[in-house]
């Protein structure tokens, strides 16, 4: 076991007493190839012959003291090619110095001309360099020569594109870059790290048939979002593999290497900047706080714990029905920030004891009210269910936080909670009213925030394009023209997180989401994105709008209006009057179903309309209380 042990270092100590003997001899023969060059071997050899073992000795030692032989060369860089200049550079001299000594010693002996030195240098240099090309190159080789390589195009011939030409190039990828796109006329025709620039934009479809690309690299992490887009679907109607670098707020160390590089996410083609929020100002008013997230294991919940843990709370509370969730954002916040004061509690918002027990131990100071259930048709199939735990939970965990003297209570609504035609929007609009309400009964801030479909979360649509397209396909579209507004994840917990710091108490913060998406248009990029044809390889099939489904969303009624905040894209839509009575009829509505379980929810608010306690404002929707629900009283519900 020792001498296995032991076998390594012996042969690492030979590789580099080899380098020695090899850098001494290329050493020797730089000042052999200058004093030929320089016609003055006959008057020198002398010299030369006598000192070629001082020589040796001096380049060894130089070379070790400057750590010449501890660099790995496939990962060399500037600073290790300086390192290697300098040694010799100081061995050159050292030379001299040791030719004119002996030259001073015997009258038999003569010594050097001075402009030998400078020529030596060069040429040992040369060949130096040579050697460790040519021993990166091997090595490289011996890495890749069994792997087939990616004809790959890369797009950028900026920082980030040229920092993944270089790794791609020196550590042995897969990817063998056949050429780079990039905008810029002056460009054209230049080469980066061996590349050659080839084209702009509007040359990729010939580019990639003439080249025989088979993998496209967008690397452009501060391109804008509409010319993001307008190059990535040119990239995809190529059919070839697309993958992207992250963007530039995902780049903030510095680093660029092939790592990074991803597969291209619909998230990529959105036709507007990411959102960026104003952190001092989410520092303000969460440091130091007690902070409790509802729901907080959920795909908007876990990304809000995420954002919370970086801007120190005095103590972050994760409170969720769901274990499995909350064990799993648990693990991940103690392994990110384990100075972080974390508190994971099961439990569910219809819960009042519970929530009353909570409030009372830790007191909150800020409250990210995210639990709900959000799946439109399960819930068309089970209002009972959607009305207790998005309307009755958050109406308890609103009056909680009220009567506990909360500073601000954030509601995360939907843009389905506009003209709501579904139960989900109609009881996420009277989540809304509950909210508005309550910044008139407490001192605590109240504010909703609402916001479109989220890309990626649990149950959106773009999960569920890419299972279908993994399998084959086919792939289900519900009408040709459905249209809806997308964010990302981030984005919409960025706008949570703003609102909280802009709240003064009853806003509905809305975001200026950019131009809405058919969802038609959607799964035919993913499809293509994933190296098939539309149609051809993957069938799209329409299975019809589901029930309370609108062909297309809005993110403000008629009635709200729209007011500017410190940020051009989140505004603030003005709240509708609400009748007095709306909290008695919201207690009299739970007095109702809690009666009998299987009561018939469509029936009851049906009945509420006949004998007038509706709202008659809108007299052609059935509204239970103003929400506007524009639906005949036969769906209703």
């Known amino acids: ?9 012996k042969r690492g100590r030979l590789k580099t007493i080899l380098q020695m003997l090899a850098d001494a001899v290329t050493m020797n023969i730089g000042v052999l190839a200058a004093l030929l060059l320089e016609q003055r071997w006959g008057e020198s050899q002398s010299t030369v012959l006598l000192t070629i073992p001082l020589m040796a000795v001096i380049t060894a030692g130089i ?13 060399a860089g500037s600073r290790e090619i300086y390192k290697i200049i300098a040694a010799a ?11 004119q000594l002996f030259s001073n010693f015997t009258d038999k002996i003569a010594g050097m001309h001075l402009a030998v030195y400078p020529i030596a240098f060069l040429i040992s240099l040369a060949l130096l360099a040579w050697s460790r090309l040519l021993l990166r190159h091997r ?71 003439k080249l025989c690309v088979e993998e496209i690299l967008f690397c452009i992490p501060a391109c804008k979002g509409s010319d993001r887009v307008a190059i990535l679907n040119i990239c995809a109607a190529t059919g070839c593999t697309v993958k992207v670098l992250p963007g530039v707020c995902q780049l903030m160390d510095g680093k660029i290497d092939q790592s990074l590089i991803r597969k291209v996410e619909i998230e990529d083609l959105l036709e507007r900047d990411p959102i960026r929020i104003d952190n001092s100002a989410v520092m303000g008013f969460v440091r130091g706080k007690v902070v409790l997230v509802t729901g907080g294991g959920g795909s908007i919940g876990s990304e ?23 064990y799993a954002i648990q693990n991940e916040l103690k392994r990110k920030h384990p100075e972080l004061h974390l508190t994971v509690l099961i439990g569910s918002v219809r819960d009042e004891k519970r929530l009353h027990s909570i409030f009372e131990k830790h007191k909150p100071q800020v409250v990210f009210h995210a639990a709900a259930h959000k799946h439109v048709p399960l819930m068309e199939d089970s209002p009972l269910e959607a009305i207790k735990n998005n309307v009755f939970g958050t109406w308890n965990t609103a009056r909680t936080a009220g009567e506990f003297g909360a500073e601000r209570f954030v509601l995360i609504s939907t843009d389905k909670a506009v003209n709501p035609t579904n139960v989900m929007g109609a009881t996420k609009r009277i989540c809304e009213m509950i909210v508005q309400n309550c910044n008139k009964e407490y001192k605590t801030e109240f ?18 394009f890419k299972e279908q397209i993994a399998a084959g396909g086919p792939v289900t579209v519900t009408h040709p023209d459905i249209i809806r507004y997308f964010m990302t994840i981030p984005e919409a917990v960025s706008l949570v997180l703003q609102a909280g710091a802009l709240a003064k108490g009853g806003e509905i913060f809305v975001l200026d989401m950019g131009k809405p998406v058919r969802i038609l248009d959607m799964a035919e990029k993913l499809i293509r994105l994933s190296g098939y044809e539309p149609y051809v390889d993957i069938k799209i099939q329409f299975s019809g709008l589901r029930p309370g489904e609108k062909l297309y969303e809005e993110l403000l009624m008629d009635e709200e209006g729209l007011s500017g905040t410190e940020n051009a894209l989140i505004h603030i839509g003005r709240p509708i009057a609400i009748q007095e009575d709306f909290f008695e009829r919201l207690e009299n509505l739970r007095q109702t179903l809690s009666k009998e379980d299987g009561v018939d929810v469509r029936a009851e608010i049906i009945n509420r309309k006949k004998t007038g306690t509706v709202n008659r404002r809108f007299s052609r929707k059935v509204d239970i209380f103003g929400c506007g629900r524009r639906e005949p009283a036969a769906s209703l519900l």
């Not at 076991?1 to 270092?9: D, L, R, S, V, W």
């Not at 550079?89 to 030379?95: D, I, P, Q, S």
């Not at 005095?314 to 499995?324: G, Q, S």
């Open 447 to 464: 504010v909703a925030v609402r916001f479109g479909n989220v890309l990626g979360s649990n149950g959106s649509v773009v999960p569920l």
């Open 304 to 326: 809000l714990c995420r954002q919370l843990a970086e801007n120190d709370p005095e103590e972050l509370i994760v409170f969720d029905i769901y274990e499995n969730n909350a």
């Open 89 to 99: 550079a100081v061995t050159e001299g050292l030379y001299y110095g040791s030719h």
């Open 139 to 209: 090595k490289s080789g011996e890495n890749s020569k069994h792997v087939k390589k990616k004809r790959t195009l890369v797009i950028g011939g900026g920082r980030a594109g040229a920092m993944i030409i270089k790794d791609l190039t020196n550590n042995g990828s897969v990817n063998e870059v056949v050429g780079v796109i990039d905008d810029d006329r002056e460009k054209q025709g230049l080469s980066v790290y061996g590349a050659r620039i080839v084209g702009t934009r509007d040359d990729i479809p010939a580019v990639c048939e």
């Open 63 to 75: 070379f070790y003291c400057f750590r010449v032989y501890q660099i790995i060369w496939r990962f």
């Open 1 to 9: 076991m020792i001498n296995a042990e032991k076998k390594p270092y």
